[in-house]
């Protein structure tokens, strides 16, 4: 299986401040034929089930906010929030569809400082 | 509106079995891969396993293969999961999410329901 490690676990970030999440895998995501990174990013908020926010490293899902990008490729991807919101405290994992099974980083908890 | 909805949580001794439902509703859901995903409290998510738009083709993670079935009614707009030889490490919030329209398995999850929470405990 392929293991996903996020960093940090934990971030605490001032309103209006970058937030940088940082995720390795253990092999390369990135599918030659198409040159596609399979690779996903998901918000989770407290008592609600995660979200969508990135697939293919950098896509925006629709109507997620431009301050949310990400970038990366092969094994080393991050998720940046450009300027943090009060609602963007949250849970924030990476997942791999690569290959089966599809795995999920630990998690990264953003706070408000 | 598009969503999911989960279904049939709850609590059940370590040997039991449960059967959970995800009811899908504002798209065509038998044209799409769907997955279960579970996550134990205050723990990450784990993927537990998929089946393809059509039922013919499904996988499972190691630690659910030959206890845990799923499977799906197009006419009914509703794929299962059937839980048998639980065990206390299959407590947390079971999530069904939505992969891909067309034939690739290997697809993000763009859709998620809100989960139903099982307790495996004596």
């Known amino acids: 299986d392929i293991v996903m490690t996020q960093s940090p676990d934990s971030l605490a970030v001032s309103l209006g401040e970058r937030a940088t999440i940082n995720c390795k895998s253990t092999?390369?995501?990135?599918?030659?034929?198409?040159?596609?990174?399979?690779l996903g990013w998901y918000q989770q908020k407290p008592g609600q089930p995660p979200k969508l926010l990135i697939y293919?490293?950098?896509t925006r899902e629709s109507g997620v906010p431009d301050r949310f990008s990400g970038s990366g490729s092969g094994t080393d991807f991050t998720l940046t929030i450009s300027s943090l919101q009060a609602e963007d405290v949250a849970v924030y994992y990476c997942?791999?569809?690569?290959?089966?099974?599809?795995?999920f980083g630990q998690g990264t908890k953003v706070e408000i400082k | 509106e598009v969503q999911l909805v989960e279904s049939g949580g709850g609590l059940v001794q370590p040997g039991g079995s449960l059967r959970l439902s995800c009811a899908a509703s504002?798209?065509?859901?038998?044209?799409?891969?769907m997955h279960w995903v579970r996550q134990a409290p205050g723990k990450g998510l784990v993927w537990v396993s998929r089946?393809?738009?059509?039922?013919?083709?499904?996988s499972y993670a190691d630690s659910v293969k030959g206890r845990f079935t799923i499977s799906r009614d197009n006419a009914k707009n509703t794929m299962y999961l059937q839980m048998n030889s639980l065990r206390v490490e299959d407590t947390g919030v079971y999530y069904c999410?939505?992969?891909?329209?067309?034939?690739?398995?290997?697809?993000?999850?763009?859709?998620w329901g809100r989960g139903t929470l099982v307790t495996v405990s004596s």
């Open positions: 999410a939505r992969g891909n329209e067309y034939g690739d398995a290997l697809w993000y999850f763009d859709l």
């Open positions: 504002g798209f065509s859901f038998s044209g799409y891969w």
């Open positions: 089946i393809n738009s059509y039922g013919s083709s499904t």
């Open positions: 092999q390369s995501v990135l599918y030659n034929s198409n040159n596609k990174n399979y």
């Open positions: 293919w490293a950098s």
């Open positions: 997942q791999q569809y690569y290959s089966t099974p599809p795995t």
